[in-house]
């Protein structure tokens, strides 16, 4: 069972976005930018590419109005996706508002987040869904 699927089924707390039947979102709590957000299937898949076919059509839409409240939330230019899945074997999506390509580069060091910081993210977010 994947870290992911505990913070699914609620074994491991987390700032919660949004899910539905196939897919929960969160925000990363070590984020490169404020604002970072993981969706992630809730088919336990380890390679993104591995998942069937309507997942990932259905993942895309399901992440669209989460990176469209990113944008509204955060001042960036747009919302970035990255696809890394080498931190944890199970597939996932980063969804990160940037304003450079730099923004996306997953070798920079983590920024440091309080849990008021995080809890002020998850309303934003959520209430510009």
């Known amino acids: 069972m994947s870290i992911f699927t505990k913070i699914i089924?609620?074994?491991i707390?987390?700032?919660?976005?949004?899910?539905?039947?196939?897919?929960?979102?969160?925000?990363?709590?070590?984020p490169?930018?404020?604002?970072?957000?993981?969706?992630?299937?809730?088919?336990?898949v380890d390679k993104l590419f591995d998942l069937p076919g309507d997942y990932l059509s259905k993942m895309l839409l399901f992440a669209q109005p989460i990176a469209k409240s990113?944008?509204?939330?955060?001042?960036?230019?747009?919302?970035?996706?990255s696809v890394v899945g080498?931190?944890?074997?199970?597939?996932?999506?980063?969804?990160l508002p940037i304003n450079t390509a730099n923004d996306l580069n997953f070798t920079q060091p983590k920024i440091k987040v309080t849990e008021e910081e995080l809890k002020m993210f998850q309303k934003m977010i959520i209430g510009n869904l």
């Open 9 to 11: 089924s609620g074994e």
């Open 13 to 30: 707390p987390s700032y919660k976005i949004i899910e539905d039947e196939h897919f929960f979102s969160f925000l990363d709590i070590f």
């Open 32 to 44: 490169l930018v404020k604002g970072h957000v993981l969706v992630v299937p809730k088919l336990e």
């Open 70 to 81: 990113i944008e509204k939330s955060f001042n960036c230019k747009r919302c970035g996706i």
């Open 86 to 95: 080498l931190e944890v074997p199970h597939a996932h999506m980063h969804l």
